[in-house]
């Protein structure tokens, strides 16, 4: 079994790789056939303007969402 691994992307989604299971709060599974990028990789919506949310669809690119390591929007770590 691959590790799972969550990269948020510069400007962009959370790039999700491995083997995951999405579900909604109610248990039910989210169906991502077809959701996988060319490398197999599942993108998540991280902008809120989604309209296939929890899925990525371009939206940030549009919307002028900035992100990147270290900036306000990143998680830091407490010191």
Sequence with gaps: MADVKIVPTPNGPNMITGVIGLAWPSGHGISKTGEADKSGAIL?????????????????????????EGDATAHKSPT
């Design 44 to 68: 998540l919506c991280r902008c809120g303007h989604s309209k296939d949310k929890p899925f990525c669809d371009g939206s940030h690119k549009t919307v002028g969402f900035k992100s990147i």
